[in-house]
């Protein structure tokens, strides 16, 4: 009986000793559910949570002992909700709340490339004509379209351009990937292009500290790309500095099909890399000199020396959210070699992840997070069963079946997340990493350590051609994957939740025993269902009314073949189709010429107006109870109708919203979407109603009136 007694206090015991492992999943069970809502909590509801949280704190510390450990789960939850919240408001800044034409004036801080493939910088120090310093943003994004090279971009130049300007653009459909939001936590206020050549007002400070290091960064991609010519030469330059602006959109495309992108990122491969070279290169290196061995912590020193290289690494590649997550990872094994612990466990690595969550709790929602984390758990629990067998594996063969084992372990962690964020599956994601990432851990990282060590000597140039075959050979191992048959499947998007729902069924399955292990499997296999069944709205249309997308027996027919080309690859990529926008314009389902294009949804006239006579067609296309979108501004007399949430809408007069008597009057028989009501909603997704008539979504109504909405 006494033994009975005591099994809740030892499981007790024995939760407390593997409790810390939970606190980044408390942690971020309150941060999700905060980027979730669909409305920003206001200040009672933030003094009420931070009550709880107090009251959740004395249970931890001063409740019974029971009770302690749920305690602690619910503070961490509350802790994480509200650390969210402080996050999104602390990073606040102005967003321009209209389009701006003129010159734009601001610091480089940034150079990357476009969605188009045109070279884009970032400004800081932005001055705007007409546009009063509160209002203007701290960030802006140009890119540089039309006749450029007369100032080649560099940061920490002043420059000043004329261009076009515009806040964030929301999802390109309800519940789709938030640009606002990603712009928000960036500190961008504003985007957009110029057709005219920037010019220089400034030369770079030369006491700035952040510029020196991106100045270093571009000169150093600049030297790389000097001495390795072609793509090859864009990719190590990529590898050693961060600097992705000379890597082309189709090496970018071939590194996506073939499941090597993640090479291109500075991430935790490349961190691990770096950092593992430096450290058994010092390591064995000392070790061989016996004077040193004897007297002094070789392995320490060691990791000392491997802890500078990666702070180094860092400091050139930039302070972007995957080199600091991947440092962050590295430091804090590096530091447990330090204080004698171990370097590879699940502790260390949720020590990584409350440091990261904690400094910026969005990066939760990010894929990177969510894939870095993913795998490298999953190769810390291979690593136990790989130990247990790897004596049975012949030892010519050991090197090939670890590389087998670590590829299937993180490939299956991180194939779900890729499928749900890019809607894309490398069938031969395996077999590109099996003979990309060997050459890249032997050959590549090592020779860019060795060219950085000696490059101030001028004795670069031998690691560099060695740098450079690597290169070569993973960028052929990469093209011709992704010229393989089938190489890329794809896959449609799962619906809200399905993907937190399959990181708690993982989390359970992995890190829990008994009964909640097998509770996990049960959610896993939950979410694989739901995914599977998940659909996809019959009509969508873009927030400025100029394409839309009607779902067929063919896939999604779109309204348009060219324009808004964005917009059309995301709907058709979260739909799990791989065709071309032109291929998907010449679907059945949309009428008529392009500027009055036509279709039926549930017995309902589905009509689109675009082009400069857009408005005159608008009295012969509002008729009928037609649902009409007019990719301009409704001209006077003419106004939207009402939308609730949720609501059916059976074409209704449009005058219920009219703020002048000559839309009262005129009440038109159609539910009206110019460019204003657009602006103000965001995309629509519409869907049939059981009850009749349609039923629209708004980005608006998914993604809420949240800080970052600037509509």
């Not at 491969?269 to 912590?297: E, K, S």
């Not at 050991?398 to 890019?422: D, K, N, Q, Y």
């Amino acid at each position: 009986m006494a033994a009975l007694a005591a099994r809740p206090f030892l499981a007790l015991s024995a939760a407390r000793r593997g409790l810390f492992v939970w606190v980044p999943v408390c942690l971020s069970s309150g941060i999700g559910p905060w980027f979730a809502l669909a409305e920003e909590p206001g200040p009672p509801v933030y003094a009420a949570l931070l009550l709880a949280l107090l009251a959740a704190l004395f249970g931890w510390l001063r409740g019974p002992e029971i009770a302690q450990i749920p305690a602690a789960a619910l503070a961490l939850m509350l802790g994480g909700f509200l650390l969210a919240g402080a996050r999104g408001h602390g990073v606040a800044e102005p967003v321009l709340p209209f389009r701006y034409y003129g010159p734009v004036e601001g610091r480089i801080v940034g150079i990357d490339r476009s969605y188009s493939d045109h070279l884009r910088v970032t400004l800081d120090r932005v001055v705007l004509r007409d546009v009063p310093p509160h209002r203007t943003p701290a960030k802006v994004r140009v890119a540089l379209h039309g006749e450029q090279g007369y100032t080649p971009p560099e940061p920490g130049l002043t420059v000043i351009l004329t261009g076009h300007l515009a806040p964030p653009e929301g999802p390109a459909l309800p519940g789709g990937f938030d640009f606002q939001r990603f712009a928000w936590f960036s500190g961008l206020g504003a985007v957009g292009y110029t057709r005219v050549p920037m010019l220089v007002l400034e030369p770079p400070a030369e006491d700035d500290w952040a510029v020196a290091a991106h100045r270093a960064r571009m000169r150093a991609s600049a030297a790389i790309q000097a001495r390795i010519e072609g793509q090859a030469g864009a990719f190590a330059a990529a590898l050693m500095t961060g600097d992705r602006s000379g890597i082309t959109s189709a090496t970018n495309d071939s590194m996506r099909a073939s499941n090597l992108f993640h090479i291109i990122s500075i991430s935790g491969l490349h961190m691990g890399m770096l950092a593992g070279f430096v450290f058994a290169t010092m390591r064995y290196g000392l070790a061989l000199v016996p004077a040193i061995a004897l007297r002094l912590p070789v392995k320490k020193l060691a990791a000392w020396v491997a802890l500078f290289a990666a702070t180094a690494y860092m400091w050139l590649a930039g302070p972007n959210v995957a080199t600091e997550r991947a440092y962050v990872m590295a430091a804090v094994m590096l530091i447990a070699v330090l204080v004698d612990r171990r370097a590879i466990s699940l502790r260390t690595l949720a020590v990584s992840a409350v440091i990261l969550l904690l400094r910026e709790p969005e990066s939760l929602t990010e894929p990177g997070f969510q894939m870095s984390f993913g795998a490298t758990a999953a190769l810390i629990l291979a690593w136990g069963p790989w130990q247990a067998v790897q004596g049975h594996v012949p030892a010519l063969l050991r090197p090939v079946a670890a590389l087998v084992v670590s590829s299937l372990a993180a490939g299956m962690t991180t194939a779900p997340i890729a499928a749900a964020h890019f809607n894309r599956m490398a069938e031969y994601g395996l077999l590109a990493n099996m003979l990309a990432v060997p050459v890249m851990g032997t050959l590549v990282m090592p020779a860019g350590v060795i060219a950085a060590v000696l490059a101030p000597l001028g004795l670069a140039g031998l690691p560099l051609w060695v740098m450079e075959i690597g290169c070569l050979w993973i960028l052929w191992v990469s093209d011709w994957v992704a010229g393989l048959d089938g190489a890329v499947v794809a896959v449609p998007s799962p619906q809200g939740g399905v993907l937190a729902l399959m990181a708690a069924g993982s989390l359970l399955a992995v890190l829990a025993r008994g009964p909640p292990r097998w509770g996990g499997v049960a959610v896993l296999a939950l979410s694989a269902l739901l995914w599977a069944g998940s659909s996809r709205p019959p009509l969508l249309v873009s927030s400025d009314g100029a394409l839309l997308g009607l779902m067929g027996p063919e896939g999604r027919a779109l309204s348009h073949p060219r324009g808004a080309g964005y917009v059309a690859d995301s709907w058709l990529e979260d739909d799990g189709d791989m065709a071309l926008q032109d291929q998907a314009a010449a679907r059945p389902g949309f009428t008529g010429p392009k500027g009055a294009r036509e279709a039926v949804l549930a017995g309902v006239p589905i009509r689109q107006l675009t082009g400069k006579a857009a408005p005159e067609a608008l009295p012969g296309a509002c008729t009928g109870g037609a649902l009409v979108i007019l990719a301009g501004d409704a001209p006077e007399g003419w106004g939207a109708g009402r939308v609730g949430s949720g609501e059916a809408r059976n074409a209704q007069p449009v005058s219920q919203d009219a703020p002048s008597p000559a839309l009262r009057s005129q009440a038109p028989d159609c539910d009206l979407w110019d460019r204003r009501r657009l602006r103000r909603t965001g995309s629509l997704a519409i869907w049939p109603d059981p009850a009749g008539g349609l039923r629209i979504v708004t980005a608006r109504e998914v993604s809420g009136n949240r800080l970052w909405n600037s509509r």
